[in-house]
């Protein structure tokens, strides 16, 4: 008796990539679409008539140009549940991006500047968090990022603010218009974070120069740089960088979007490989720089054409560097998740 052919199968739609995300602005990933759901909702009128034509605007020339049109649309985030939907919408696009882990950065004084309480902030992006494991398989931490444009005396009293909330904080950082606002500024502020058990990272080098990179790391006490672009301009702090494993939490489609670099094309991301840095792919506000944390891989994929050894590496190091080393038995799945996964010959 013939036994029938099997059906050939449909290819099995590949998996994309496991990995941490480790610099992602909440605040960034506000898309248009709910920038206006949110305006209806709490009656705030918007300087734009549609989706359209705010994403039009979204044409930067600089770090400045794009930040003043972030804090303006913030404007739309009032309530806890506000907050909860934005982490929430952003943990489902990370999860369907291969995202396991994401270590979330938030502006605490770009709200309460506005009238928002700290505690409805952390508490409406905690509700998002608490279930993010259940709902969309992504484990989270969060870091509390102080705006180096304001004061320093701004950036105690937000950590002294946030007291009541520092179970749900694992780290501060440091974010907002660089150049003219170098890391020493925050000396006292990062000593007072040590001193409570927070870890401690910052924003270094994207506009600004490498010896700000020098000042995270000596001043700061810094654990990662954000960005730490320049520092290749800096070939003795390049070595000290890849001596000690520092790792660079690198964003190219920002970094594209706000003129750090003229193409893609010219990334120093794969002369960084080279020289051994301790590099990872990030999005940082991907609702408004064109894409998700696998939108950036995908785009150094094709454009620098990375290779599949190399995307593991930097997927490995995502890992590596997050701030996982409280637990341990989960960073080693993520990796084995890693070292597992299969390119379908890409
Ligand atoms: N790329 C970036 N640099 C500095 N501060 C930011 N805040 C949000 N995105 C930022
Ligand atoms: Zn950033």
Same mark, same amino acid.
């Given at each position: 008796?013939?036994?029938?052919?099997?059906?050939?199968?449909?290819?099995?739609?590949?998996?994309?990539?496991?990995?941490a995300e480790l610099h992602l602005h909440i605040e960034g990933t506000l898309e248009p679409e709910l920038a206006f759901a949110l305006a209806a909702r709490n009656g705030v009128e918007l300087p734009y008539r549609d989706t359209e034509e705010l994403r039009a605007a979204y044409r930067f020339s600089d770090l400045q140009s794009f930040l003043d049109l972030y804090y303006g649309l913030m404007a739309v985030l009032r309530t806890a549940e506000d907050f909860t939907e934005l982490a929430d919408a952003y943990l489902a696009r990370a999860a369907a991006q291969g995202v396991r882990h994401a270590e979330i950065f938030f502006d605490p004084q770009a709200h309460t500047a506005r009238g928002v309480p700290l505690g409805t902030v952390?508490?409406?992006?905690?509700?998002?968090?608490?279930?993010?494991?259940?709902?969309?398989?992504?484990?989270?931490?969060?870091?509390?990022?102080?705006l180096r444009d304001e004061s320093a005396e701004s950036a105690l009293a937000t950590l002294e603010a946030a007291r009541p909330y520092l179970d749900r904080i694992t780290g501060v950082g440091l974010d907002s218009a660089e150049v003219g606002h170098p890391p020493a500024k925050f000396r006292e502020v990062y000593e007072a974070a040590a001193a409570?058990?927070?870890? %401690?990272? =910052?924003?270094?080098?994207? /506009?600004?120069? $490498?010896?700000?990179?020098?000042? !995270?790391l000596d001043v700061l006490g810094v654990e990662r740089i954000d960005h730490g672009l320049r520092s290749m301009e800096d070939p003795e702090l390049v070595s000290r960088l890849v001596r000690d494993r520092v790792p660079l939490t690198l964003?190219?489609?920002?970094?594209?979007?706000?003129?750090a670099v003229d193409t893609l094309a010219d990334h120093p991301l794969p002369s960084m490989l080279a020289a051994g840095l301790v590099v990872t792919v990030n999005s940082d506000d991907p609702a408004y720089f064109g894409g998700y944390v696998g939108d950036n891989f995908d785009a150094v994929r094709a454009t620098l054409g990375l290779s599949p050894d190399q995307l593991r590496l930097l997927a490995r190091n995502s890992f590596e560097a997050s701030f996982l080393d409280d637990d341990e038995? %989960?960073? =080693?799945?993520?990796?084995? /998740?890693?070292? $597992?996964?299969?390119?379908?010959? !890409?």
């Open positions: 008796m013939d036994h029938p052919q099997p059906h050939p199968q449909p290819r099995p739609q590949s998996r994309p990539l496991p990995k952390v508490e409406g992006l905690g509700a998002a968090l608490d279930r993010s494991e259940e709902r969309h398989g992504v484990s989270t931490r969060l870091i509390m990022c102080f409570l058990g927070l870890r %401690r990272v =910052a924003h270094a080098g994207e /506009e600004g120069p $490498a010896a700000y990179v020098r000042e !995270a964003c190219p489609l920002s970094n594209v979007r706000l003129r038995p %989960r960073r =080693a799945r993520y990796l084995a /998740e890693v070292e $597992a996964h299969d390119f379908d010959g !890409a």
